[in-house]
């Protein structure tokens, strides 16, 4: 039966803090991935060490004979052996070291019920340091690889030895360790890995089983979170890309592409190394170039996304301090023999420290963006802290304090989008004010920067045209300030009123108005008919202040037209161009001539559903000066106020008799009928002016008289 693992937390603990340091954002620190910190109670102090059971889990620490020596090969007893307790304080490592080699020595003692000659194995704990192991001198394997012939690269997963038989049969054999650990490890003394390990002896299967089942575990947890981290970065660093390459005006979006890449090139070289797939050693020096990408894209990102510009000279000078600092660590890597190794991490921490500093005081001056960021700062402060003051966590919770700063980052270009968006939204709004959102529907657009320069479309519309009776003399009388304050009065109750009729303004022209009506021509006519009652309804406010009574005159042309963008790449207006605009607008100018309201063409009365639904009445056929066919013209007579529409309705049949003997060339007859429609009702204005024309036609007869008045003005 195989027993349970006696490294069950041991090995998590250890792993797992081993993985957190080698895997770190930070990339300065990738100089120093393998600093074990995790503590052990050392066991009491003396030899030779007693096992107790078959399968025991044992510390490094306490009594050893130590010797520091470049020899690969076993010093003998004769050598100068100095007793020492591990962990080894400073004053004993400055006593023991003399090189990169500490060779440590203690004799093991077997279990009593331990037979003769039994297979044993050890199993150690990774450290930062590579080992050879020894027992009664005779080599029992190497974790790790050892210098001087090949670099130092720790182990990350417990590794099994065979104890040769021979060396068992006595029931003790001697232990001894050739350790290789990073030079600088001596300065810092209690930092130093050797005897805060642990070492596990048993029956060689069962270690076997133990460290089998260790290493699957280990392997599988670290793959998927590494996986998992890889995915995730990989996958910001594709979409933040493609934004990029979508909106290159957002120019802070491809820096933070490049530090997603750079954590997933991180995580990529850390799994790898700890896969063994990769030898250590290049991952140490890939892994701060890889950091290095980062540094260099950090500033970038917090210029442009923060103050909307390239970096200035202090962001700069962090980037040319980042080189500075991390090209020789990508250089010398371990092999640096002094404690410079451990400053340049200290230095790079310095930098991030100002940065951070930098990103908070933008905070306080109310960048909304930079107080995102310093919250993920500041987790980052906590989650180091508490990785520092409680090293042997379950989860390497390191990770979380740069995934929490880089959410900040990503969260933060949220902002600026959204920020960016409401800012574009506001825009378009304004501008919706001057160009019309019909006339961007009408072209098939939602948004007025999908407008191209030249495009245009063909629609049959309604055109509406009005303007204000006597508007020039009006002007005068008023001035500028207050043209413009009677103005704004009376286009504000008037461009409602076509807006709720699904119209929309295409144009203001001085008093006058040109609308257009893309459904139907019954919008336009229900449009103009609430616009000359709303007129009615605020007639005392606007008389007040144009200081006289206000009139207006509608006229509605259906037809074809093209709307479009013309002018030159850097200004561009919307417009209708067409015979159908040009002939709206003299209709628009004959109200005047026939003292009408709202005059409609044949053609919009042929457009619309139910003609009978309103009351019109046929009032001439005229031939517009620049037109070969006539048009014939039709009063709206729902557009009068109530009074003198029903004057004119009970009066309508001898107004269409007149109109009839008009157009036969019956010009007395249709003298009288349009006179008794004048004595009657002395302000039907289309009545008055055929009367006066009937006059002037029996005094001087047309010789090819067709019904039709031409008409030699616009």
Same mark, same amino acid.
């Given at each position: 039966?195989?027993?349970?693992?006696?490294?069950?937390?041991?090995?998590?603990?250890?792993?797992?803090?081993?993985?957190?340091?080698?895997?770190?954002?930070?990339?300065?620190?990738?100089?120093?991935?393998?600093?074990?910190?995790?503590?052990?109670? %050392? =066991?009491?102090?003396?030899?030779?060490?007693?096992?107790?059971?078959?399968?025991?889990?044992?510390?490094?620490?306490?009594?050893?004979?130590?010797?520091?020596?470049?020899?690969?090969?076993?010093?003998?007893?004769?050598?100068?052996?100095? +007793?020492?307790?591990?962990?080894? !304080?400073?004053?004993?490592?400055?006593?023991?070291?003399?090189?990169?080699?500490?060779?440590?020595?203690?004799? #093991?003692?077997?279990?009593?019920?331990?037979?003769?000659?039994?297979?044993?194995?050890?199993? *150690?704990?990774?450290?930062?340091?590579?080992?050879?192991?020894?027992?009664? $001198?005779?080599?029992?394997?190497?974790? /790790?690889?050892?210098?001087?012939?090949?670099?130092?690269?720790?182990?990350?997963?417990?590794?099994?030895?065979?104890?040769?038989?021979?060396?068992?049969?006595?029931?003790?054999?001697?232990?001894?360790?050739?350790?290789?650990?990073?030079?600088?490890?001596?300065?810092?003394?209690?930092?130093? %890995?050797?005897?805060?390990?642990?070492?596990?002896?048993?029956?060689?299967?069962?270690?076997?089983?133990?460290?089998?089942?260790?290493? $699957?575990?280990?392997? $599988?947890?670290?793959?998927?979170?590494?996986?998992?981290?890889?995915?995730?970065?990989?996958?910001?660093?594709?979409?933040?890309?493609?934004?990029?390459?979508?909106?290159?005006?957002?120019?802070?979006?491809?820096?933070?592409?490049?530090?997603?890449?750079?954590?997933?090139?991180?995580?990529?070289?850390?799994?790898?190394?700890?896969?063994?797939?990769?030898?250590?050693?290049?991952?140490?020096?890939?892994? =701060?170039?890889?950091?290095?990408?980062?540094?260099?894209?950090? %500033?970038?990102?917090?210029?442009?996304?923060?103050?909307?510009?390239?970096?200035?000279?202090?962001?700069?000078?962090?980037?040319?301090?980042?080189?500075?600092?991390?090209?020789?660590?990508?250089?010398?890597?371990?092999?640096?023999?002094?404690?410079?190794?451990?400053?340049?991490?200290?230095?790079?921490?310095?930098?991030? #420290?100002?940065? /951070?500093?930098?990103?908070?005081?933008?905070?306080?001056?109310?960048?909304?963006?930079?107080?995102?960021?310093?919250?993920?700062?500041?987790?980052?402060?906590?989650?180091?802290?508490?990785?520092?003051?409680?090293?042997?966590?379950?989860?390497?919770?390191?990770?979380?304090?740069?995934?929490?700063?880089?959410?900040?980052?990503?969260?933060?270009?949220?902002?600026?989008?959204?920020?960016?968006? !409401?800012?574009?939204?506001?825009?378009?709004?304004?501008? #919706?004010?001057?160009?019309?959102?019909? *006339?961007?529907?009408?072209?098939?657009?939602?948004?007025?920067?999908?407008?191209?320069?030249?495009?245009?479309?063909?629609?049959?519309?309604?055109?509406?045209?009005?303007?204000?009776?006597?508007?020039?003399?009006?002007?005068?009388?008023?001035?500028? +300030?207050?043209?413009?304050?009677?103005?704004?009065?009376?286009?504000?109750?008037?461009?409602?009123?076509?807006?709720?009729?699904?119209?929309?303004?295409?144009?203001?022209?001085?008093?006058?108005?040109?609308?257009?009506?893309?459904?139907?021509a019954d919008d336009a006519v229900a449009a103009c008919v609430a616009m000359a009652s709303a007129l009615r309804a605020h007639g005392g406010e606007l008389e007040a202040k144009a200081g006289a009574p206000v009139a207006a005159g509608m006229g509605l042309h259906t037809g074809p037209?093209?709307?479009?963008?013309?002018?030159?790449?850097?200004?561009?207006?919307?417009?209708?161009?067409? &015979?159908?605009?040009?002939?709206?607008?003299?209709? +628009?100018?004959?109200?005047?001539?026939?003292?009408?309201?709202?005059?409609?063409? $044949?053609?919009?009365?042929?457009?619309?559903?139910?003609?009978?639904?309103?009351?019109?009445?046929?009032?001439?056929?005229?031939?517009?000066?620049?037109?070969?066919?006539?048009?014939?013209?039709?009063?709206?007579?729902?557009?009068?106020?109530?009074?003198?529409?029903?004057?004119?309705?009970?009066?309508?049949?001898?107004?269409?008799?007149?109109?009839?003997?008009?157009?036969?060339?019956?010009?007395?007859?249709?003298?009288?009928?349009?006179?008794?429609?004048?004595?009657? &009702?002395?302000? &039907? /204005?289309?009545?008055?002016?055929?009367? !006066?024309?009937?006059?002037?036609?029996?005094?001087?007869? %047309?010789?090819?008289?067709?019904?039709?008045?031409?008409?030699?003005?616009?």
């Open positions: 039966m195989v027993p349970r693992d006696p490294l069950e937390n041991t090995v998590r603990k250890t792993h797992y803090s081993m993985v957190r340091n080698t895997a770190r954002l930070l990339p300065a620190l990738t100089t120093t991935p393998l600093l074990l910190l995790v503590l052990f109670a %050392p =066991p009491a102090k003396g030899q030779p060490l007693i096992l107790k059971s078959a399968t025991q889990t044992v510390s490094l620490s306490g009594t050893w004979r130590a010797i520091s020596t470049s020899s690969e090969a076993l010093p003998p007893d004769s050598a100068k052996w100095v +007793e020492v307790t591990l962990p080894m !304080d400073k004053a004993a490592i400055k006593r023991v070291y003399r090189s990169s080699h500490l060779w440590l020595s203690r004799e #093991i003692r077997l279990p009593e019920n331990t037979p003769p000659g039994s297979r044993l194995g050890i199993a *150690f704990v990774p450290f930062a340091a590579a080992v050879e192991a020894f027992a009664n $001198g005779q080599p029992m394997g190497t974790v /790790g690889k050892m210098p001087p012939n090949e670099p130092n690269v720790p182990f990350f997963l417990p590794r099994a030895f065979a104890v040769p038989p021979e060396a068992t049969r006595a029931g003790r054999f001697t232990l001894t360790l050739r350790v290789w650990q990073i030079p600088t490890f001596k300065v810092l003394g209690t930092n130093s %890995p050797v005897g805060r390990g642990l070492f596990l002896v048993g029956p060689l299967e069962e270690i076997r089983v133990v460290v089998a089942k260790r290493s $699957g575990h280990s392997m $599988g947890m670290a793959q998927m979170r590494l996986v998992f981290l890889m995915i995730l970065f990989g996958a910001g660093a594709v979409l933040f890309l493609w934004l990029f390459l979508r909106r290159r005006e957002q120019t802070e979006l491809l820096p933070f592409a490049v530090i997603c890449l750079s954590v997933v090139l991180i995580g990529l070289l850390s799994l790898l190394a700890f896969m063994e797939i990769l030898d250590l050693m290049v991952a140490i020096r890939l892994m =701060p170039a890889a950091g290095l990408l980062h540094l260099l894209a950090l %500033p970038e990102f917090l210029s442009r996304l923060l103050l909307s510009r390239p970096p200035g000279k202090v962001l700069r000078g962090f980037q040319v301090y980042s080189l500075a600092s991390m090209l020789p660590i990508m250089v010398v890597g371990p092999y640096f023999e002094t404690s410079l190794v451990l400053i340049f991490p200290l230095l790079i921490t310095a930098s991030y #420290i100002g940065i /951070g500093l930098w990103v908070i005081a933008l905070a306080f001056r109310g960048n909304r963006e930079a107080r995102t960021i310093a919250v993920g700062v500041f987790a980052v402060v906590v989650v180091d802290l508490y990785t520092t003051l409680r090293p042997a966590t379950l989860f390497p919770v390191g990770w979380i304090g740069w995934l929490l700063l880089l959410f900040a980052m990503a969260a933060s270009i949220a902002q600026r989008v959204v920020r960016s968006r !409401d800012e574009l939204d506001a825009s378009h709004r304004a501008a #919706i004010r001057f160009v019309p959102k019909g *006339f961007l529907h009408t072209l098939g657009r939602e948004r007025l920067q999908e407008v191209t320069y030249g495009e245009a479309r063909q629609q049959v519309m309604t055109v509406l045209f009005s303007d204000i009776r006597g508007f020039t003399t009006l002007s005068e009388r008023l001035g500028p +300030e207050e043209t413009f304050a009677f103005l704004n009065g009376y286009l504000g109750h008037m461009q409602p009123l076509i807006h709720e009729h699904r119209g929309f303004v295409a144009s203001y022209l001085g008093d006058g108005i040109m609308a257009l009506f893309p459904e139907t037209l093209m709307l479009g963008t013309i002018g030159g790449l850097e200004r561009m207006d919307c417009t209708v161009i067409g &015979d159908t605009v040009n002939l709206a607008s003299r209709v +628009e100018s004959l109200t005047k001539r026939y003292g009408a309201a709202l005059l409609l063409t $044949g053609e919009t009365v042929s457009a619309l559903k139910d003609p009978a639904m309103w009351n019109l009445r046929e009032v001439d056929r005229v031939q517009v000066k620049g037109k070969d066919l006539p048009v014939t013209l039709y009063e709206v007579l729902d557009a009068l106020p109530t009074i003198h529409r029903d004057t004119r309705l009970a009066s309508s049949d001898l107004f269409s008799q007149g109109v009839d003997a008009y157009r036969q060339g019956r010009f007395p007859e249709a003298e009288m009928l349009f006179a008794r429609l004048t004595d009657s &009702d002395p302000g &039907d /204005g289309a009545a008055q002016t055929l009367r !006066d024309r009937c006059a002037e036609l029996v005094e001087a007869p %047309p010789v090819d008289w067709e019904g039709v008045t031409r008409l030699h003005e616009k």
